[in-house]
């Protein structure tokens, strides 16, 4: 894996690398049971400083377990580099399959326009999709992002590359 930030003065300013969820178009098993989660997430890790790495706390995230449209049951996993849920970011849950059991709104978004929403990635710094941890509930094949724009979106495929805004507890 090629080194996944551009830093200045150490300081971590983007990734510059987009990933999957996971290798095939299919949400089943959810975050918990997503490669983005389980190994993508693991090697980025490995890559930060390690005095950062020596603080990171583990934080329960809930997220459905996906692979259906109809609501089985939520997981919560462990996670010490997670991803946020729609509803912690945009405090709807307007396509994730179980948005409002996954969490709620953080302080920091709320109030927030679609700009704030925009993430961007690598040198050119283009404007990018960029993951939540929520599954879709219409269809077994999607996972919730925000688009380039800083909306919700429900079409984006578990096997698309995408940006990461992953958070972390210290």
């Given at each position: 894996?090629?080194?996944?930030?551009?830093?200045?003065?150490?300081?971590?300013?983007?990734?510059?690398?987009?990933?999957?969820?996971?290798?095939?178009?299919?949400?089943?098993?959810?975050?918990?049971?997503?490669?983005?989660?389980?190994?993508?997430?693991?090697?980025?890790?490995?890559?930060?400083?390690?005095?950062?790495?020596?603080?990171?706390?583990?934080?329960?995230?809930?997220?459905?377990?996906?692979?259906?449209?109809?609501?089985?049951?939520?997981?919560?996993?462990?996670?010490?580099?997670?991803?946020?849920?729609?509803?912690?970011?945009?405090?709807?849950?307007?396509?994730?399959?179980?948005?409002?059991?996954?969490?709620?709104?953080?302080?920091?978004?709320?109030?927030?326009?679609?700009?704030?929403?925009?993430?961007?990635?690598?040198?050119?710094?283009?404007?990018?999709?960029?993951?939540?941890?929520?599954?879709?509930?219409?269809?077994?094949?999607?996972?919730?992002?925000?688009?380039?724009?800083?909306?919700?979106?429900?079409?984006?495929?578990?096997s698309y590359s995408r940006g990461l805004s992953f958070a972390i507890c210290i």
């Amino acid at each position: 894996m090629s080194k996944p930030f551009t830093s200045v003065n150490d300081k971590l300013l983007f990734l510059n690398t987009q990933y999957s969820m996971n290798t095939s178009n299919i949400n089943e098993g959810g975050w918990n049971g997503s490669r983005l989660r389980t190994t993508t997430l693991p090697t980025i890790k490995a890559l930060l400083p390690q005095d950062l790495q020596n603080v990171i706390k583990l934080v329960d995230k809930k997220a459905a377990d996906g692979g259906s449209t109809n609501y089985t049951a939520t997981i919560t996993s462990s996670d010490d580099l997670f991803l946020l849920c729609e509803m912690e970011v945009a405090g709807t849950s307007s396509y994730a399959q179980d948005g409002t059991n996954e969490g709620t709104q953080y302080e920091y978004w709320v109030g927030k326009s679609l700009r704030d929403r925009i993430k961007h990635y690598g040198e050119e710094q283009t404007a990018t999709h960029w993951w939540f941890r929520s599954s879709i509930r219409t269809d077994t094949t999607n996972i919730v992002a925000i688009d380039p724009y800083g909306y919700v979106t429900n079409s984006t495929l578990a096997s698309y590359s995408r940006g990461l805004s992953f958070a972390i507890c210290i």
